[in-house]
């Protein structure tokens, strides 16, 4: 991951970051509905990779009060944030690092990550699908609730169009969507399909894509 160009920017919209999500996701409950489900009920640890703010970490405590969770990400603003946010919990804890180059943490059953991984080259993606299969117990999950590309530019193109609409239709202001462009300039997002491979390639067997709308995508697979 290209931590001096991506670190800069979640640095600087680290304060804003959480209140813009639901606004600048379309269908943000449904998305994020899917990424919950697909974790085993009985999940004992989990891995958040590019927690960010602990956006996702916070649903996921909701759903598996009992679970141990580990958040990583290599923005010292964001996991401050975090910090903050899960002061006392005891079965939470921090991780900043780049995962696309640092070891994890092991014996997961179940990593999870939102909107994050788009921000790694194809080779670094390939990498982080494959430390996170190797982080997880027999049948745990991977799962990533992504930005994705679409098959040809033009699809992809036409997601970016699309998604502006929307947003704007879901009352996002214009300075919500100035500092999401932004952040959005490092991205390098990637087709469905070509992830699906990729999680194959890792060993997922039943690597699948859940639910995409648009330039939104939930992938999972299992470590058998």
Known sequence: MNISATQIVFDTTAATYDQDRAKLIPSHDTFYGWAIRLIPPAARTIIDLGAGTGHLTAMLRQH?????????????????????????DANVEFHQLDYAAQPLPTEACAVVSALSIHHCTDADKQRVIQAAYNALKPNGVFLNAEQVAGPTPA????????????????????????????????????????????????GFADADCWYKESGFAVLAGTRL
Request: with cysteine.
């Open 64 to 88: 598996f009060p009992a679970a141990k969770i580990h958040l990583v990400d290599f923005s010292q603003p964001m996991l401050d944030r975090a910090r903050e946010r899960f002061r006392g």
């Open 155 to 202: 699809q992809t193109d036409a997601y970016n169009e699309l998604w502006l609409r929307q947003i704007r239709s879901n009352g996002a202001t214009e300075e919500q969507i100035e500092a999401s462009l932004y952040r959005r300039r490092d991205d390098k997002c990637s087709p469905v399909e070509t992830q699906l491979e990729w999680m194959r390639s890792a």
